[in-house]
């Protein structure tokens, strides 16, 4: 077990892969909340880059060295070798650590480790350079972080963990692991896929013709923008949501074949419908993440019970129920808690206070 | 046939649709050329309004009127109407007036309109919004604006609208339109259809599992930025070229399907190659369109008979010269002429030099 922190004690972090979002993660807790930093990484040139950079604090020999004492522990490997990383921060943490990874699919590492110090996690910045030399510390600002709480995650330590990464600028946003990989399919592993044909297909064709890409403006350069993203990355992402994205290529496919059917139809209608519901949901879509409003606080009294604040957390991100912050104070005697919620707009705060009351727990406003 | 132009008067032009492009070419040309613009709008409210706000000088009752007396006519109406508005501008506009047109695909206009007077033209530019409120003088400032002369077109009528277009900011480009129909197709009509099937399954898959759009960063919203485009304008587009858009769809969801079948059989390396097969398109199709150097000037001697120009300049396009300036001076007696080209890098001159000399033409440097 770790040793408590006394006060005045910075708060000990422990990332595994000092890369992009592992380095960006230390330098954002260093700068923000003088954290102390111990680090590893399967390449020990990139670790020794990582503390001649002044991201890490100690240098670690293993995973399980890294985790020894930290409080939280951030693993920032690529997806394939999640599953091993993870177990070994999991052995080598104390037991009142929070495990988190920054991993792009959710399902496969949520399955495989159960235990309540780990949270999935997914920070939705920095896709597109990768290594240390682009590390930051306000890569995560304003960005949405998700993470995948389950029935069986403490309580305090995602509590932990979401002070955490708010604290390090991200919004952190929790969403279950299913859900998770269906939206990064549609919102990025699909456009990706998208880019990578656009991209191959107009090489095609300008080769064929002679031409040169001519300067479009932003529409192709947009559309390309993410194409062929380094595949070290990518190629671990398809494969660790295949299922999910080659259902989708298949809805794609489908309404693509339907597409080239109205094209063949000549019908000027039913391309302008079909164009016009495009244009509706590009609406709709842009208008939902624009929503918001003024902040309303919550307190909801709670029982400190495992799973409860994932529950809660869960329930109010599939109402679409805006939390701008939260923050779990316990009893002293841990037998329940109070969370405190901050809802961006009356509109949500209102849905929120509903669903709360609705499973029986005391809500009041602040 | 029109009057000639006294030195010292200003050039006249006739916009045909005083929309976002006319009404942008109507501002340019005033501000940049000091020209004299007659308008002609099939809306009396457009035409009022673009009256207003300085944009014409004089509004006309018919294409024809406002065609009459100009040196140059801009056809500046939706794709559908263009067949009809550029026979109106054809009959009403004098012997030695050039006719141009600005619709997103070419064949169809330059098929039904072989007159040495009508040059067809696309400048890319200003796509995202309509109307002659967002009208401005500086939209096609180095922007590519294609031409697509043929075998018919007056050269004299060539380098006056090459000339012109030039004067307004832009970057004339000729290509034939076959060409042009298929590269558009592929860098934008394409991305048009593919940010419509991505904003619209991930607007389904989003409300299936009650989520918002995340704030995902900049690729999803890149990637559908165009989605939902003006139907008034796109569904023309779409038709117009639906031949070859059908063909391209199809070899589109021929890789979606490889794509699909490379997830199925979950090999990394079949992933990898794909993906970095992409990155390499991306890669060559940025730097062939950076591609560029100091100007060197070209000087040939032409005979100065019908199309010569057309084909010099698109043969030029073909081979990937980079033709930054042109400029025709016809020999008094109009026998023959001099082009000057104004060439991007030593290596597009020389093969410029090489294709030209091969033409039998006599060709200089300056």
Redo the contacts between chains.
């Keep these: 077990m770790g040793r408590a922190r006394a006060p005045g004690q910075p708060v000990r972090i422990a990332v595994i892969g000092v890369g992009l979002i592992g380095g960006s993660v230390a330098l954002a807790a260093r700068e923000r909340l003088n954290a102390s930093i111990s680090g590893f990484d399967s390449s020990p040139e990139s670790l020794q880059k990582a503390a001649e950079r002044g991201v890490v604090d100690r240098r670690s020999a293993s995973v399980e060295e890294a985790c020894s004492d930290a409080e939280a522990v951030f693993v920032a490997v690529p997806v394939g070798a999640l599953d091993v990383v993870i177990g070994q921060a999991l052995s080598g943490a104390p037991r009142d650590c929070v495990i988190s990874d920054v991993g792009s699919t959710k399902r496969e590492v949520v399955a495989a480790h159960r235990d309540p110090r780990f949270i999935g996690g997914h920070p939705?910045?920095g896709?597109e350079t990768a290594g240390i030399e682009h590390a930051r510390a306000d890569l995560f600002e304003?960005?949405?972080w998700?993470l995948t709480p389950t029935a069986d995650s403490s309580g305090l330590l995602y509590d932990r963990l979401y002070r955490l990464l708010h604290d390090l600028g991200a919004?952190p946003?929790a969403?279950d692991a299913d859900?998770h990989d269906?939206?990064l399919?549609?919102?990025?592993h699909?456009?990706?896929?998208?880019?990578?044909?656009?991209?191959?297909?107009?090489?095609q064709?300008?080769k064929d013709?002679?031409?040169?890409?001519?300067?479009?403006?932003?529409?192709?350069r947009?559309?390309?923008?993410?194409?062929?993203?380094p595949?070290a990355v990518?190629?671990?992402i398809?494969?660790s949501n295949?299922d999910v994205?080659?259902e989708?290529?298949?809805?794609?496919?489908e309404?693509?074949?339907g597409?080239?059917q109205a094209?063949?139809a000549?019908d000027?209608a039913q391309?302008?419908n079909?164009?016009?519901?495009?244009?509706?949901?590009?609406?709709?879509?842009?208008e939902?993440?624009l929503?918001g409003g003024p902040l309303v606080e919550l307190r909801v009294s709670v029982p400190n019970r495992p799973g409860v604040i994932a529950e809660l957390a869960l329930e109010l991100?599939?109402?679409?129920v805006n939390i701008n912050d939260m923050a779990l104070y316990p009893t002293p005697d841990m037998s329940e808690g109070v969370v405190a919620l901050w809802l961006s707009g009356e509109d949500s705060a209102q849905r929120a206070e509903r669903l709360v009351a609705a499973r029986g727990f005391h809500v009041a406003r602040v």
Aim: hydrophobic letters at 50%.
């Design positions: 939705l910045a896709a304003a960005a949405t998700y919004r946003t969403i859900t269906a939206v399919a549609a919102v990025s699909l456009p990706h896929v998208f880019a990578n044909v656009l991209v191959t297909q107009a090489a064709i300008l013709k002679q031409e040169r890409l001519p300067a479009t403006g932003p529409s192709f947009d559309a390309t923008r993410v194409a062929g993203a595949s990518w190629t671990d398809y494969l295949r994205l080659i989708q290529l298949e809805q794609t496919i309404r693509l074949t597409v080239r094209l063949q000549a000027p391309i302008a079909w164009n016009d519901a495009a244009a509706e949901d590009r609406r709709r879509l842009l939902a993440e929503a991100g599939r109402a679409g």
